[in-house]
């Protein structure tokens, strides 16, 4: 009798479905198993501050397949003749029997399930701050659909006016500006300085803090969170951190997660640096026999070759398919993540791929930068939006490591094309060449994307010099003795006029003719909306012999509290 | 005295003015004129269209820059110190004395210019097929600003209310679509049997051809245009194909451009095999005092390697990049294209990178290729579109050779990420791998984009065999033997049944149970809307010793005539 291969996958969210259907697709015959704690499995959990925000018909929605066909167990099971158990609990692995010790639930009864082959999909659990009042009711966290409902149905029935959201990531952001609105206010608490952190450099945080703040989100940097404190029915009523005590009617943890490596760590599997599993290009763990993807593992990271654990839907998807592939026998490889992140906040669009400045300063790279602004359209179509980009590059080879994008505009185009990029190895001449789509209605002749890599290029061969929002913000703080050129027009200059600093304005049209009224020997550094004409300044200057000129990258847009009308 | 190097620039508009502002920045000190016949210089011009369309608030929007500023001759005076001689034609080139000879149209007067190191954007003139009729009133080119003007001033007050256009290319599609509504007809007439050729292989011009008639455009496929004829006013009033004789108020004529080599020819410069100018990678003529670069010169294919005229206000403005940094010495290269193309019809997004399925095959190229239909967000997202993406691969390596895409949703980022891919040279498996930014509302979890890699990628292992919809309406139109696998629901079949062919509609969820209703020696073609599903049956029926069975690729989306409910 031909032996059947019997395959379990503790996990039923992202990875664990997909690496089911991959190897369902190869091996007719096989076993497959999935064993699932929930009830409800291959959810679209990152939809779930579309829900919150009403964006959704129901929840529902993120149980659905493209198709719209529900991802039931009866799905899998008879569409895909995988066997799901789901209020199923895998409690331990015996290595030496090949066995999975379970329990299920409802039943209360533990039995074992063999395998020849077992894949480790269990993600990740919420991160919950060991506070003072963590335990009172409308404190929650916000992981699966269930949670969602509940926190929704409470907003609904119990006219909860005041909610606080603890953790100022992707996740946090997203429930935020998902809860504004019909009179309630929103506090978004973040221990760290910056909305964040890790994924944007600071000044690209300003930018998400800004809009967050437009669309009516109370944002608190630098304050972790304390203690909570409720009513007498322990209802949580207010909240402290080191800089105050704040009323609240809910709080909403989103503080990150934590790799669950439990069962993994229990049965003798290598746990890597990061704290999460470590698996191989193969995804195999220290046991060939058992693979493991998606939130529960680590990644490598393709710029600086290090493990970094940067849990997301996308990779576990990734990870599922190669995870199914090599279930199959097959060799597929997994190379490895670029950390890219996008996220939506009001009709704001931000991302991240690659390393910031911050982590490529930190690995010893030498680094030049810039940030551009402009339109994501040519700027005569109805349409446009603003892009403001952020290129980190490598000094010497010019390759390309990392990028930042944000604004109104499609900027998740450009930073999919730099992910593309930097994948390829590419330098910043490569990109300046691509041959990307233009007609009005989705780039400007020069695609913005592309306007940022010559940007940085002229940068790196020293045409001229550029300073960077953040040191302009220091030396305005500072009172450095320097002149901000002013290059806007008369008109544009009076209606935003710069805050502090010593201000010359010469619009670039005049500046040919004027720019005798400018000392030769102070410090310039020239300044415009988009950082355009003060570049085609500091070049004009230096080509009149000025030795200390320089532009402010990105312009004003990118430093918008510089030229706000008050 | 130190000597002033003179650049002298021929054609103002889009190559000519970036060379010249890039050649400014880099040489303080040199000597740079553009010489230009028009009045205007350095405007949008593919901006028409929407002007066309009403989307401008004048047509003044195409000739400002981002900042607003109008692009005037004394902008360029002003701000660039590039003396602009407009109304100006150069007549010949004396490469011995290093002059060109111009002809002062309003002073009448012929004089002679000296130049160290000229450039030729001369651009490309419209071809106006040499037909009876064409000098009646009411035939017209759309060119420049002035043209668009004139065409919608007759439509506003002449009441014109019959308008064909003659050539089915991206600008004819863009007319055509800019010009419908207000009780008008619009033709769109085409020689070839498709819209677009040599952008799109068929099955995809299909798709735009049907979003154009669903936009109320009336598309004339193989019908050249033979004559025109008018009224006594000299007024065109019809025009003639090999298939009949229509009615007309209007002719617009969009039938391509010629590359404008008089000059270049005329004074001995090598012209290439594809009638444009030639030029080595540093943009440089047989002179290499003189550069030539946008709509006048031939590109090489970065696929093929090959010479190709492909004209486009992209390529126009990095050839005037690379053109200013070398006549300041440096020594920058212009590599290629990959004849990139994106069109905005309708709702409909529509584009091309690389090479087409037809020009690979003829190349000799062992190609596969895919299409695939989904979602541009996550398709719980309310604002989700479809995507359809065709791709193109080298059979033995992998390497994607070419892209199109078309649909309502976000397409030309799928496109953007495939011509960086290709231009890096990634093969599927690296396309696959591709870390791109994931939330709801920019993608699903596994991209459109990587899906399609991974798709195509099935077929490269021979996982499972895929047939085209060329291929399917084909078999259907010649009554071929074979069964039409329907996976979708019963709804779904009864709702949008197929027409044609022999039908057996069993559901995908129940296909496990039920495949013992099909004939095992038969040739099976699974189908669904989106290719998924179908995919999915062909790969179990395979699983179950099913020797001849085969999913239709891309799914209905792909073919919708074949299911549209009447």
């Known amino acids: 009798m031909k032996e059947v291969k019997k395959i379990v996958i503790i996990g039923g969210v992202a990875c664990g479905p997909k690496a089911a259907s991959r190897a369902r697709r190869l091996l007719p015959d096989a076993e497959i198993t999935i064993i699932e704690q929930g009830e409800i499995i291959s959810y679209g959990s990152c939809g779930i501050p579309l829900y919150l925000a009403g964006m959704l018909p129901d929840i529902d929605s993120l149980m659905t397949t493209a198709s719209g066909m529900k991802r039931s167990i009866e799905y899998f099971d008879q569409e895909k003749a995988v066997h799901v158990m789901n209020k199923t609990r895998a409690t331990a692995i015996d290595r030496e029997k090949k066995e999975v010790v379970i329990y299920q639930k409802e039943k209360g009864t533990e039995s074992r399930i063999s395998y020849d082959q077992l894949v480790l999909a269990v993600g990740a659990d919420p991160i919950v701050p060991d506070v003072p009042g963590i335990q009172l009711n409308g404190v929650s966290v916000l992981h699966d659909p269930q949670q969602a409902e509940s926190i929704r149905t409470a907003i609904k029935e119990e006219g909860i006016k005041q909610i606080a959201i603890i953790g100022g990531g992707a996740i946090g952001l997203e429930i935020a500006i998902s809860l504004i609105g019909k009179g309630r206010e ?216 990392g990028a930042q994008v944000t604004g109104m505009g499609e900027v998740i185009k450009r930073l999919d094309v730099y992910s593309a990029a930097i994948y390829m190895g590419a330098d910043l001449e490569q990109i300046s060449h691509f041959d990307t789509g233009y007609a009005p209605p989705f780039s400007t002749p020069i695609d913005i ?105 990105g312009g004003t847009s990118a430093l918008p509290e510089l030229t706000d009308a008050d």
């Open 186 to 401: 929103v506090v978004l608490v973040e221990r760290s300085d910056q909305l964040m952190p890790g994924i944007f450099d600071p000044e690209m945080a300003d930018l998400i803090k800004r809009e967050l703040e437009d669309n009516g989100v109370n944002v608190l940097l630098g304050e972790g969170l304390k203690s909570l404190k409720g009513d007498t029915q322990n209802q949580v009523k207010k909240f402290t951190t080191a800089n105050g005590i704040y009323d609240t009617d809910m709080v909403i943890i989103a503080t990150g997660v934590r790799p669950n490596v439990e069962l993994a760590r229990d049965c003798g599997l290598e746990i890597g640096e990061t704290g999460a599993i470590k698996v191989n290009e193969y995804m195999q763990t220290s046991d060939p026999d058992i693979f493991a993807g998606g939130d529960c593992v680590e990644n490598v990271h393709l710029v600086s070759g290090q493990k970094v654990y940067v849990p997301l839907a996308s990779t576990s998807n990734k990870h599922g398919r190669v995870i199914g592939s090599n279930l199959a026998g097959k060799k597929e490889t997994f190379p490895g993540i670029l950390g890219t992140s996008a996220i939506q906040a009001g009709e704001y669009n931000a991302g991240k791929t690659g390393l910031t400045e911050k982590e490529a300063l930190k690995l010893g790279y030498p680094v030049i930068s810039t940030i551009v602004s402009g339109h994501d359209t040519a700027h005569y179509h109805p349409m446009h939006g603003k892009a403001i980009l952020k290129l980190i590059a490598h000094q010497e080879t010019g390759k390309l490591l």
């Open 449 to 553: 994307g592309i306007h940022g890599a010559n940007a940085l290029l002229n940068l790196k061969e020293g045409l001229v010099k550029g300073v960077s929002v953040p040191e302009v913000k220091q030396m305005l703080a500072d009172k450095a003795d320097f002149i901000m050129l002013d290059v806007r027009s008369a008109k544009e200059a009076k209606l935003r006029p710069l805050k502090g600093g010593v201000v010359v304005n010469i619009p670039i049209t005049e500046l040919r003719a004027r720019y005798g009224e400018i000392p030769p020997h102070r410090k310039i550094i020239a300044f415009c909306p988009l950082g355009i004409r003060s570049y085609e300044a500091a070049t004009l200057l230096q080509g009149k012999g000025y030795q200390n000129v320089s532009f402010m990258k």
